[in-house]
């Protein structure tokens, strides 16, 4: 699967909007960019995903830029509820027999400031 | 919905013995999954499954085995339980295999082997 950046960490203050960067310069056309995040000692949690477009639904946003290189998961009023673990993946849609993982890096922590 | 229910959530097993994490969703399902997360490295693919009847392995499948006869269940068998295998494991599932829709997971087995 082609690599994605994320910082390591960020802050946010409660109740403003947050917005997490993911750089994947390597895309290609097939590949999809998911968001999961990790709240402490739980699962995985899926966010949201897109191709190409930007997608909205009622977690967050997903802003993919025209080259597809980047993308920026929007949240639009950051809670205590959101301090998590976020993790931008690259998956691509046919990969083939014995390709079916989710490749999670480290990922960014987000802090939610009271 | 209950999503996807893992059981049990915690387990102390000693060297040598064998057990199976139970997996079940109710989502009718067509793709399944065990992962394990361990500190620092992220989560990696054990075992996965497309559809009932049908099983492969992942990146990490050494010391477990899986089977799928029904839609909904899909437990993961340790054989003979090592430290090494000590973990948090987490199921997941999605309504298709090819990533186009967003994974489920369920919320983890913490097991300890000593």
């Known amino acids: 699967d082609a690599k994605t950046t994320q910082p390591n960490s960020m802050e946010s203050n409660e109740e403003e909007p947050v917005h997490l960067p993911c750089n994947h310069s390597t895309i290609s056309g097939t590949d999809y960019i998911h968001w999961y995040r990790q709240l402490p000692s739980q699962g995985p949690e899926y966010v949201i995903h897109?191709?190409?477009s930007n997608v909205n639904n009622r977690m967050a946003s997903l802003a993919i830029a025209e080259d597809r290189k980047s993308s920026t998961l929007i949240l639009h009023r950051a809670t205590l509820r959101d301090a998590a673990v976020y993790y931008c993946i690259l998956s691509p849609a046919y990969s083939g027999a014995g390709s079916y993982q989710l490749t999670f890096g480290k990922g960014t922590k987000l802090s939610v400031i009271p | 919905n209950a999503g996807v229910t893992q059981t049990p959530k915690f387990q102390v097993l000693k060297t040598g013995q064998s057990m199976t994490l139970q997996c079940a969703q109710d989502m009718n399902h067509e793709y399944m999954s065990w992962y394990r997360q361990d500190p620092g490295m992220g989560l990696r693919l054990i075992h996965y499954?497309?559809?009932?009847?049908?099983?492969d392995q992942g990146e990490v499948p050494n010391g477990y085995n899986v089977s799928r006869s029904t839609t909904e269940d899909f437990p993961l068998r340790l054989l003979s339980a090592a430290p090494s295998q000590t973990s948090v494991y987490f199921c997941a599932s999605s309504y298709r295999w090819d990533r186009s829709e967003g994974y489920t997971f369920g919320s983890g087995t913490r097991l300890t082997v000593v």
């Open positions: 499954s497309v559809g009932a009847g049908i099983t």
């Open positions: 897109g191709l190409t």
